[in-house]
């Protein structure tokens, strides 16, 4: 088959060459003869060409085989843990024992009208500074009494605080010895000082004398000098408050009780008092025991 091929592509350029000069010759001839002569062989003729039969012939056929990417293995999360929670284990508590609370007494009320002009001062004595003044048929109520319920604390009714006045000097309503014993705040003032270089001494088993510097005062405020006192009295130690002008003071104090005496001094003014500064109580003389004799 390939020989054919061969022949065919050597003679075919000869063959043209002369179909073209048959052509020129049968154009100078006849012209009109020699176009149809030349188109009738240039028109090529099919012939019968050589189709070679496929042969049923198996071509094998490269598959490219598959190959395995390996694919990223997946990270493995992490799993919480689970943490534990510690139990609370519940300390029985000790329930406390009831405790029997008392129940409080109720004051009484006690009411009183006044028998006669009084002064209604600012503690329970006639030590204490002018605070109100009481007249008869004045309504109080009793507040509160001091130890032995010879001054009573009031309310007023015509007056707008409070104020201790002399227990028989009104008429009361009730027992004032039922009243709870109180003490009251002094006013207070920072026109004057204290007084200065207060000193003691005992100047008998049963009294002792008490001496300061004098303050000097205008002759309008000077109230003098209140000494509030502690002092044992009959086997008791007795609240005594005191009024003097000027030193020296003497102060009863006598033996034979538990507790000991106390005593403070302030410097007294129309508007009040001042600081109060201590006075030392000097110890009871020691009995001396003569020869021979015996305490009883």
Partial sequence: MDRIRSRARVWA?????????????LLACNPSAAWTALLASVTPTPSSTFSPTPSAMATRTHT??????????????????????????????????????????????????????????????SAYLYEWGLYPTNRVTALGRNQDATWVYVDPWTYTDYCWVKADL????????????????????????????????????????????????????????LIEAWLCQNGQVRFMPLHFWRPPAILLDEPGCMEPSSARIYTAEKHGYTEWIAIPIPPHPTPTLRQGSAVE
Avoid: K
């Avoid at 350029?13 to 010759?25: K, Q």
């Avoid at 006690?110 to 001062?121: A, F, P």
């Fill in 13 to 25: 350029p000869h063959l043209a060459l002369a179909l073209g000069s048959l052509g020129l010759m």
């Fill in 64 to 125: 490219p085989t598959q190959t395995a990417t390996a694919s990223p293995s997946p990270t493995p999360s992490l799993t919480p843990t689970r943490t534990l929670t510690p139990t609370i284990t519940q300390t029985p508590t000790i329930t406390p024992t009831p405790t029997i609370t008392p129940t409080p007494t109720a004051t009484p009320i006690i009411t009183g009208r006044v028998l006669q002009q009084s002064n209604c001062r600012y503690g329970p004595g």
């Fill in 170 to 225: 009104v008429e009361w309503r009730g027992d004032v010895h039922a009243l709870p014993q109180i003490r009251t705040l002094l006013p207070y003032t920072e026109f004057y000082w204290p007084p200065q270089n207060v000193r003691s001494s005992r100047i008998s088993q049963d009294e002792i004398m008490v001496n300061w510097d004098l303050v000097p005062m205008s002759l309008d405020d000077n109230r003098g000098y």
